[in-house]
């Protein structure tokens, strides 16, 4: 059973910084990639990053491409979200997104991320 464990959310002032973890079960086989999606209550869930793991190529959505930074850790199947500069509208649920083999694709519990102003 797949497992996706994150991590790191909290409260933070604006201009602060977040870093988000998450973490696969053991024995879960090398993704084809790693996102993390964020959604406010009452709203779709919002595309932020992901992460080849293959070759390491990320993608970040436009609003935060300066801002934050994905990276992961092969080894322990882990993705991670450095998030600097938070704003406000940075405020949201977090979900870990794996893509794995098989066309399986599993989420985390979210984590809460609040920036007040």
């Known amino acids: 059973q797949v497992q996706l464990a994150e991590s790191g959310g909290g409260l933070v002032q604006a201009g602060g910084s977040l870093r988000l973890t998450c973490t696969a079960s053991?024995?879960?086989?090398?993704?084809?990639?790693m996102a993390w999606f964020r959604q406010n209550t009452g709203k779709a869930p919002q595309f932020v990053a992901d992460i080849s793991w293959n070759d390491g190529v990320s993608n970040l959505m436009d609003s935060v491409k300066v801002r934050f930074l994905i990276s992961r850790d092969n080894a322990k199947i882990a993705v991670y979200l450095q998030m600097n500069s938070l704003k406000p509208e940075d405020t949201a649920v977090y979900y870990c997104y794996a893509n794995l083999p098989g066309g399986l694709g599993y989420w985390g519990q979210g984590t809460q991320v609040t920036v007040s102003f």
């Open positions: 053991p024995r879960t086989p090398s993704p084809f990639a």
